[in-house]
């Protein structure tokens, strides 16, 4: 069964420092990765996602994440962290049955 | 911007109440989906519709859940009778053609707290 894991419930990042939130997944076929954001009282919102091809995937608000196949991982990440990126970032995998299954969390704060 | 409207945002309700949550999703989109989450957890998928059929309701707990989606726009997530660890967030999501191929658009979600 498919799996998704972000090791680390809290990341704090100075802002204007990079930042790099951890994901690593587990499926028995080609996955399709995704990464969500859920600022406080809000819903998911959807932040970028690979299906194939570069393994270097951009999305929004500057954000960008890296899919490696031979680590597993699927890792977010942005040059310079704003206090606005400070949020709940969940990690995604979907599989061929389009079954979603989420991470657990990981709550990101950027120290001003 | 088209959103995904969900109602209540908060509700409290007493163990073996029913309780009712409903969900618009954005426009044109078939698939909807139901997620619970826990303080502390990811969503888990509670139920995924194609229009009005029912897709995947594996994880739902039917002797106390029902979920429908009549005419295949909006739909309604039902408890009866609620329980006390029926407490988290309820989050409703809708895609033009699932996971795989659209991103999937939340709703802000109903919380709801069973005392």
């Known amino acids: 069964a498919q799996s998704v894991a972000q090791p680390e419930d809290q990341v704090n990042v100075a802002e204007g420092n990079p930042l790099t939130v951890k994901c690593t997944y587990s499926?028995?076929?080609?996955?399709?990765l995704f990464w969500y954001v859920q600022y406080p009282n809000r819903g998911l919102q959807f932040l970028l996602k690979y299906i194939t091809g570069d393994n270097l995937v951009k999305g929004s608000y500057g954000f960008e994440a890296e899919f490696n196949k031979s680590q597993t991982s699927f890792h977010l990440k942005k040059p310079s962290a704003l206090v606005s990126d400070s949020a709940l970032y969940f990690c995604?995998?979907?599989?061929?049955?389009?079954?979603?299954?989420f991470g657990k969390g990981t709550r990101l704060h950027i120290l001003p | 911007e088209a959103e995904v409207a969900q109602s209540p945002r908060y509700k409290i309700t007493e163990k073996s109440q029913a309780v009712a949550f409903w969900c618009d999703p954005i426009s044109g989109h078939a698939t909807l989906y139901w997620y619970r989450q826990i303080l502390g957890q990811g969503p888990e998928l509670l139920v995924q519709f194609q229009d009005e059929s029912v897709v995947d309701d594996s994880q739902l707990p039917k002797d106390r859940f029902s979920a429908e989606r009549l005419k295949g726009v909006d739909s309604t997530l039902k408890i009866q009778p609620a329980e006390l660890g029926d407490s988290a967030m309820y989050l409703c999501?809708?895609?033009?053609?699932?996971?795989?191929?659209?991103?999937?658009?939340f709703g802000q979600g109903t919380r709801l707290t069973v005392v």
């Open positions: 499926v028995s076929g080609n996955p399709y």
């Open positions: 995604a995998v979907v599989e061929g049955d389009d079954k979603i299954i």
């Open positions: 999501a809708s895609s033009l053609e699932g996971h795989m191929n659209t991103e999937a658009f």
